[in-house]
């Protein structure tokens, strides 16, 4: 069994950095694509970056594009969300997720290991 366990969170103010962390168990975590999604009070969970299994590739959603930069470490089976130049619309409760192959998804449905989620608030 897979478990994803996200660190980081916690109350940032508008124009602040923070770092996401994904410690994943296993000893596969290099075969595999990883993602960052989030959820906003009363919205649906939304994506926000994905990375490939040897960290080549990545996609992000258009409003985080040059603000956040997702990346990996392989020999730490860990996975990052560096957020910079937060905003309040950032705030959401953000997951780690394990894609079904290698690639850098940006469909939900492409993962299917998520962690518990980690809180992120921004304030103005």
């Known amino acids: 069994q897979v478990q994803l366990v996200e660190s980081g969170g916690g109350l940032v103010q508008a124009g602040g950095s923070r770092r996401l962390s994904c410690a994943a168990s296993?000893?596969?975590?290099?075969?595999?694509?990883m993602g960052w999604f989030r959820q906003a009070p009363g919205k649906e969970r939304e994506f926000v970056a994905g990375?490939?299994?040897?960290?080549?590739?990545?996609n992000y959603a258009d409003s985080v594009k040059g603000r956040f930069t997702i990346s990996r470490d392989n020999a730490k089976n860990t996975v990052y969300l560096q957020m910079n130049s937060l905003k309040p619309e950032d705030t959401a409760v953000y997951y780690c997720?394990?894609?079904?192959?290698?690639?850098?998804?940006?469909?939900?449905?492409?993962?299917?290991?998520w962690g518990q989620g980690t809180q992120v608030t921004v304030s103005s």
């Open positions: 296993g000893r596969t975590f290099n075969s595999y694509g």
């Open positions: 990375i490939s299994r040897t960290g080549g590739s990545t």
């Open positions: 997720t394990r894609g079904v192959g290698g690639g850098a998804y940006q469909r939900g449905n492409d993962y299917n290991y």
